[in-house]
């Protein structure tokens, strides 16, 4: 006679719980729910920056203003001394820069500056 033995084999067994790692997967409708949250997002920013604007509908005054050539030899510091009258060379040239859109100091012979009428 013969007995049959029943035993659990470890591999048919249930499987343990082991930790596995989830990703998020969007749906196209949640693909389009956070585009849509980061356009308003980005929206509400412009908005907050922009509600600084200090423009006006008026218009205002423009300075008054002359042009000047540049003559061959001349430099920047002779042309604002020439134009300061309180004295402050250095502030005059910060304008004339200004005015011009200038990067530097280098002037070319036979350029015509922006500068302030005194």
Do not use: K
Request: aromatic residues 2%.
């Amino acid at each position: 006679m013969s007995t049959i033995t029943a035993t659990r084999v470890p591999h048919l067994a249930t499987p343990a719980r082991t930790a596995t790692r989830t990703t998020v997967r969007l749906t196209r409708r949640g693909r389009l729910t956070v585009f849509l949250l980061a356009l308003t997002a980005v929206l509400a920013a412009g908005l907050f920056i922009a509600a600084g604007s200090v423009a006006t509908e008026e218009a205002g005054t423009p300075e008054p203003t002359r042009v000047v050539m540049v003559g061959t030899g001349e430099t920047l510091w002779g042309i604002a001394a020439d134009l300061a009258d309180d004295g402050d060379v250095r502030a005059t040239m910060r304008e004339i820069e200004r005015l011009n859109a200038l990067d530097s100091a280098v002037l070319d012979a036979g350029q015509r500056l922006v500068v302030p009428a005194s």
